[in-house]
T-cell receptor
């Protein structure tokens, strides 16, 4: 089946620095990708929709200046957490929808664990 | 405002028996529903989905039932296996690829 990768799988950074997370669709093109965040023992919360060639669409309550999203190609979306703070520590997951004929699925990356110290 | 809810945070089932995971939603506009299985520190893995035009979809040991009037769906796993132990999320979408996830149910299948 289709595969979505994320890099890095985990990252530790100091407060105030920026961290970039990559999401790649490995064997299909994705004009749209989604970024989620999951806090421990909680649900996956949709942060934003990444649109290839245009601006991302952010969910209510998500700071667009803090979580910069760039969808520069049909297989790559990046999420940059700017001026990270300890409360940004979380598990970040991306996904990409894929259609092939009547088959529709949304594939998720393995996630990135961000720890801000 | 939690549009998709899984009211049971955990479920324990004996191996070989049926596991029934429930999900309720509030938005009648949702037209597509999915179930995902997730392990800690990993991305969700797709299990099965159902369109709002159907009331049942089956794939091997997994069956999803949809009751639109009750805004309720359930995932049945028969027979349950120890390898099924994980957190299960239901998700819903409408007219778009955006998924709204439920709160998750931790399933434990014991021998």
């Amino acid at each position: 089946g289709a595969v979505v990768s994320q890099h890095p799988s985990w990252v530790i950074c100091k407060s105030g620095t920026s961290v970039k997370i990559e999401c790649r669709s490995l064997d299909f093109q994705a004009t749209t990708m989604f970024w989620y965040r999951q806090f421990p023992k909680q649900s996956l919360m949709l942060m934003a929709t990444s649109n290839e060639g245009s601006k991302a669409t952010y969910e209510q309550g998500v700071e667009k200046d803090k979580f910069l999203i760039n969808h520069a190609s049909l297989t790559l979306s990046t999420l940059t957490v700017t001026s990270a703070h300890p409360e940004d520590s979380s598990f970040y997951i991306c996904s990409a929808p894929h259609r092939e004929g009547l088959l529709y699925e949304q594939y998720f990356g393995p996630g990135t664990r961000l720890t801000v110290t | 405002d939690q549009q998709v809810k899984q009211n049971s945070p955990s479920l324990s089932v004996q191996e070989g028996r049926i596991s029934i995971l429930n999900c309720d939603y509030t938005n009648s506009m949702f037209d597509y529903f999915l179930w995902y299985k997730k392990y800690p520190a990993e991305g969700p893995t797709f299990l099965i989905s159902i369109s709002s035009i159907k009331d049942k979809n089956e794939d091997g040991r997994f069956t999803v039932f949809l009751n639109k009037s009750a805004k309720h769906l359930s995932l049945h796993i028969v027979p349950s296996q120890p390898g099924d132990s994980a957190v299960y999320f239901c998700a819903a979408s409408y007219n778009t690829d955006k998924l709204i996830f439920g709160t998750g149910t931790r399933l434990q299948v014991f021998p």
